[in-house]
């Protein structure tokens, strides 16, 4: 018998989590049985259950490969000189991560589904900690931004960049939360709305009146 490729089976894993993926944000996460997978991806259950023993390690496996996605494109970013800034910089990726992410499934659709594993975490405790790794993950590769931004006289340094990172990740989670409740959240409007946020300056003594 010939011996399989780690190629092959590479492929294989993409192909099977791909097609979870737009099951789960097709349908929700609840709604989708694993034959809905195996009809989704063309494959047998043997083929399947060799790689993910059920829906758990699928949603898993997606929130997983979601974190890292990102937390290499801010990676990437913090080593420009200088980095961009934050509107541009979270634009980019939101970009990345509801456009590109699973060719064919509409945007309104993947965030939900993102929202669906977000939920899931108050009961699982293994994807909790999947969720949780990621979640302090980006707060360290923000935290470097932040760095890298006071490196190149960027930022002032009055505020901890802990409470940046936190911040920065908020706004991107809101930003999912909006586009799956209604579905008519583009990514240059979260940059406009930043940029009009950094544009700001406090108002100096003596100045009305």
């Given at each position: ?19 979870a ?24 259950a ?10 758990d ?38 970009r ?5 992410r699973i ?13 669906q594993v ?10 909790f ?44 989670q ?13 990514a ?14 406090p ?7």
């Open positions: 018998m010939a011996r399989v490729s780690q190629e092959h089976l590479d492929a294989r894993r993409r192909q099977i989590i791909d097609g993926a737009r099951c789960f944000a097709r349908n929700g996460f609840h709604a989708t049985s694993m034959q809905d997978v195996l009809a989704e991806v063309g494959l047998s043997g083929a399947v259950y060799r790689y993910f023993r059920g829906k390690e699928l949603i898993a496996a997606i929130a997983d490969e979601a974190f890292s996605g990102i937390r290499v494109a801010f990676e990437e970013a913090s080593r420009v000189t200088p980095p961009p800034t934050p509107d541009v910089l979270l634009g980019a990726v939101l990345i991560f509801l456009e590109e060719p064919g499934a509409d945007r309104q659709a993947f965030a939900r589904l993102i929202v977000w939920s899931e975490t108050m009961r699982d405790e293994k994807l900690r999947t969720l949780s790794e990621g979640y302090n993950g980006m707060r360290e590769v923000w935290a470097e931004l932040v760095e890298a931004y006071r490196a190149n006289g960027l930022m002032h340094a009055d505020v901890p960049a802990d409470h940046l990172a936190r911040t920065m990740i908020a706004i991107a809101g930003f999912i939360a909006q586009q799956a409740l209604f579905g008519d959240v583009e240059p409007i979260l940059e406009d709305g930043l940029r009009a946020l950094m544009s700001m300056t108002e100096q003594p003596g100045r009305r009146g």
